[in-house]
Structure formats: structure tokens, C-alpha cells
């Protein structure tokens, strides 16, 4: 069964604290991960979208990298207004291209 | 340039009631997905239309039914609604044109409490 997993549910750093959320997932092939990021009440933003592994891509102060099995958002000094949740998607190879897989989010909280 | 608009933002209801909710897709978009995001989880995919018609279904049951019109906008309608329903209703368009690798925008989405 596709399945996304993403960890850790929660994370709290001080602003300027580098860190990485973790986002492993299971497919019968992957057609694309995706990372959004939402704020409460809001829908998911659009950030980015990994085809291959190795690939990287870079927006600010997010750097998503992508293997076989894992992806990852390393975020790089943070500031308060990165508070979010970061949600991974993944796209399956197999079957319809509509559907997409979620995880339940990484909800980051930066301290000022 | 619009981006995902969907409407009412906020309903209450109560179990039993049926409810239709809207969505229009950003401009030059031709298709549309639902997907329902309860508290604390991520968003579960409901269906998707294009060219009028559900193209593939999540597992929801046949109370939620939905609809695409010629301007590619929609709706999603849930009848019988049950307390368990309650959740950010969320609509996502894209382009047919972009396939395979569908970059999806989600609009605001809309808050269904079932009281």
C-alpha cells in the first residue's frame, strides 16, 4: 500500500536553528513528491516538487533533496515567519496521476 | 490572476443535512480535485473532474458525490452528514495539459462543522 510517513509530527527551534524534517515513503514507483506548506485555517502552498533521486531545489531558506526512499526539507536559519506545517506528497507511478498521497505534517514552530 | 477560490468559508451543520460546497479553479485550469484535511492530519483525496466527469475516487462513500461544469468549475455535495465529516474541505486545480507531474494549487478551503 503507498504511504507517506513524516517526522517529526512537531518541532520547535529557536530562530536562526537550522534543522531537517524527515519524509519517508512508500510507492509502487514514484511519478513526484511534492512539498506544501500550509498555515492553520489556510490550504497547502505549493513549495516544490522532486522527480528523481538526487535532485535538490532551493527557495529561501528551504532546500528539499530527494532519495529512494526519503525526502527531506532542510530548513537553514529560520525565522519566525516560518511557522507552518510542512506536508510531503507523494505521486504514484502506478494508476491515475490525480491521486496523491499525503502525509500528516511536520508542525514547525520558531521561537524569535 | 485568481488563484483557487472556493465558497462558503466557514458552515455549520447538523447530522442529517445535506451540503454543497463550490470551487473555481485557477485561470487556465481544466481540472479539479477535492480532498477532505481533518484536524491535525493531512488532506485525503476525495475525486477528481475533468471534462465533467469523476475521473478517480479516494475511499469515500457514496454520500459524497460531486460535479464539474462547463467553466470547469465545481462542487462537492455530502449528504446524510455524520459528526465524522466535520473537516477543512479543500479544492485543488491543475492542468490537464501538465500531466504526468500535476503541480496542484489548493484554494483557502472551506471549514464544515456538523453539530
Known amino acids: 500500500e503507498d504511504q507517506v510517513t513524516q517526522s517529526p509530527e512537531a518541532l520547535r527551534l529557536q530562530e536562526g536553528e537550522s534543522s531537517s524534517l524527515n519524509c519517508s515513503y512508500t510507492v509502487s514507483g514514484l511519478r513526484g513528491l511534492f512539498w506544501y506548506r500550509q498555515d492553520p485555517g489556510k490550504g497547502p502552498e505549493f513549495l516544490f516538487t522532486?522527480?528523481?533521486a538526487g535532485e535538490e531545489k532551493e527557495k529561501e531558506r528551504l532546500k528539499a533533496t530527494l532519495t529512494k526512499k526519503e525526502s527531506f526539507l532542510h530548513i537553514t536559519a529560520p525565522k519566525p515567519e516560518d511557522s507552518a506545517t510542512y506536508l510531503c506528497a507523494v505521486q504514484p507511478q502506478k494508476g491515475s496521476a490525480s491521486k496523491i498521497i499525503f502525509g500528516s505534517g511536520t508542525r514547525l514552530s520558531i521561537r524569535p | 490572476d485568481a488563484g483557487v477560490t472556493q465558497s462558503p468559508t466557514h458552515l455549520i451543520k447538523t447530522r442529517g443535512q445535506q451540503v454543497t460546497l463550490r470551487c473555481s479553479p485557477k485561470s487556465g485550469h481544466d481540472t479539479v480535485s477535492w480532498y477532505q484535511q481533518a484536524l491535525g492530519q493531512g488532506p485525503q483525496f476525495i475525486f477528481q473532474y475533468y471534462e465533467e466527469e469523476e475521473r478517480q475516487r479516494g475511499n469515500f462513500p457514496d454520500r459524497f458525490s460531486g460535479h464539474q461544469f462547463p467553466n470547469y468549475s465545481s462542487e462537492l455535495n455530502v449528504n446524510a452528514l455524520l459528526l465524522g465529516d466535520s473537516a477543512l474541505y479543500l479544492c485543488a486545480s491543475t492542468s490537464r495539459g501538465a500531466l504526468p507531474y500535476n503541480e496542484q494549487f489548493f484554494g483557502p478551503g472551506t471549514r464544515l462543522t456538523v453539530l
Open positions: 522532486l522527480y528523481s
